[in-house]
């Protein structure tokens, strides 16, 4: 028996980190099979049992409905807002066309009195 210390530095068994091809500033990956469970993602698509994928389904259509009512009611706020803007500006087109014509029959009217002051003048001065 030896009575010298191995030093694990200078052992001629490499490191599980260093590579063979000199890159070692690469990381080291797992081999990728698709058919394990330990593959990559946690949530791969064969270790989840049928009510669990069918409780996803549930969730994701439970989130779309209230997303779907949400822009429903998002969408219903803007049209009114819309709606409003229209009916104050028809009542505005409306109040400016009454009052172009307001102002041409009270010009008839001054022009028909104005007339009857003529006549009335004229058949004074007789």
């Known amino acids: 028996m030896s009575t ?49 994928r069918q409780a996803d389904r549930l969730q994701t259509s439970i989130v779309k409905a209230k997303e779907k009512e949400l822009k429903a009611e998002k969408e219903a706020i803007r049209q009114q807002r819309i709606q409003s803007i229209k ?16 102002a041409k029959m009270h010009a008839k009217r001054v022009e028909r009195l104005k007339r009857r002051e003529k006549r009335n003048k004229l058949l004074k001065e007789r």
């Open 4 to 52: 010298e210390i191995i030093n694990p530095t200078t052992a001629s068994v490499p490191a599980p980190s260093i590579r063979k091809n000199g890159k070692q500033w690469k990381p080291t990956k797992a081999p990728f099979k698709p058919g394990t469970i330990s593959s990559g993602s946690t949530t791969s698509k064969q270790s989840k049992s049928y009510l669990a």
């Open 87 to 102: 009916d104050k500006r028809a009542a505005k087109e409306e109040k400016e066309r009454y009052d172009q014509l307001a």
